[in-house]
């Protein structure tokens, strides 16, 4: 309705989104500005200091141009996010509840300003070009820290907590992002957790929608993931290290083992993590990928890895750390006998602090392992 209004007016304690729409903004309503306006207008006329006045309001305009400024590049990125959410600005639109030629504007605007083209757009809706990634990282930062900056000073009860994890498929991830929820109890959050391919983490983190991934390095993949995060200018900090067990069902034939060897899994199918178009063994979830095996099978969630472990007696190659409160009595570990480590630890952005959710959560999956 106020896009359709060619002269519209919002006053100064208006929501986001009135506010950002309407073309001309006064005080607050609470303030009675529309009437103390005109109470001055009408004693300016009876005592002939129309042009006095009209100079003072030029300078409060001043000020409220650079104020409202600000409050759209706030409302600028928080469109652009949410469209890169949707896929589509007509579904940003219709959650947002501001209409779409004012979503399409407001990102043109800022991406003629900034100079990067955010989006690529097709029959379908839009994509995130890839500068435009890039980009989102740094829009996502910079209203995590306005919302930071909000829940101190206006209050924690119009705060909203958002907090995301990426990570390979580890029991002892999820159960720390649990505890994390329980421990803050908020009445309101927007947490995320990704269990993903390799890749798909580091690009995550360095992108920022992530606080931190979770997975881990070796002997053998250790050149060459570091060099990815040192390209993305991410960190490595390692949690603890593992030796290599492997997962298998209970009724297994060799459940009964102290511990396995290579050789004795040789009849049984291999389940691993499909990597994608990363499918090599340096971005494995698996320890012990590099060796060749009759039987092999990728899946891409540790549900249906699971469920094939125990229809097929296949197996897994793991950090040996299993939670039975999430995958139940069914799944167990054994000791696997190869010489081999794995050095599990979490990956953020260089030079960031994390917050006291990224700090809780590191904490809790201390308590876990």
């Not at 303030?31 to 030029?58: F, S």
């Not at 167990?332 to 994390?354: A, F, H, Q, W």
Request: negative net charge; glycine residues 6%; hydrophobic residues 40%.
């Amino acid at each position: 309705m106020i896009d359709a209004v060619p002269n519209s007016v919002a006053v100064a304690n208006a929501n986001e989104a009135v506010t950002a729409a309407a073309r001309w903004h006064i005080g607050a309503a609470a303030d009675d500005a529309v009437a103390g306006a005109l109470h001055q207008i009408a004693a300016c006329a009876a005592t002939g200091r129309c042009r006095r006045l009209c100079v003072r309001w030029m300078q409060w305009v001043r000020v409220s141009r650079t104020s409202r400024e600000a409050i759209m590049k706030l409302q600028q990125l928080r469109y652009v996010v949410k469209v890169a959410e949707c896929g589509s600005i007509t579904e940003a639109s219709r959650r947002l509840f501001v209409s779409q030629p004012s979503i399409t504007a407001s990102i043109r605007d800022l991406e003629n300003e900034m100079g990067v083209h955010i989006f690529e757009r097709t029959n379908k809706g839009v994509v995130v070009s890839e500068e435009g990634e890039t980009f989102l990282g740094y829009a996502r930062q910079v209203l995590d820290q306005a919302d930071l900056l909000e829940g101190k000073y206006k209050g924690a009860s119009e705060q909203v907590p958002h907090f995301s994890v990426s990570c390979q498929h580890y029991s002892f991830a999820v159960n720390a992002f649990v505890d994390v929820i329980r421990e803050f109890d908020a009445a309101r959050y927007d947490f995320t957790l990704r269990e993903e391919q390799t890749h798909e983490i580091i690009e995550d983190v360095a992108h920022m929608k992530s606080e931190l991934g979770i997975l881990y390095l070796s002997e053998h993949n250790r050149e060459v993931i570091e060099r990815m995060l040192a390209a993305n200018e991410l960190v490595f900090e390692g949690l603890f290290c593992a030796t290599p067990h492997v997962f298998v069902c209970a009724d297994h034939p060799l459940a009964d083992r102290a511990s396995v060897t290579l050789e004795d899994l040789e009849d049984y199918p291999f389940l691993s993590y499909e990597q994608g178009s990363y499918n090599s063994f340096y971005y494995s979830e698996e320890l012990t990928s590099t060796f060749e095996r009759r039987k092999n099978i990728r899946v891409r969630d540790r549900a249906t890895l699971f469920n094939l472990a125990m229809g097929l007696n296949g197996y897994t190659v793991c950090s040996g750390v299993i939670s039975h409160e999430l995958n139940g009595p069914g799944i167990i570990s054994i000791p696997l006998d190869v010489d081999e480590y794995m050095e599990i630890g979490i990956i953020t952005r260089k030079n960031t602090t994390l917050t006291r959710y990224g700090q809780a959560y590191i904490d809790a999956i201390r308590q876990h392992i």
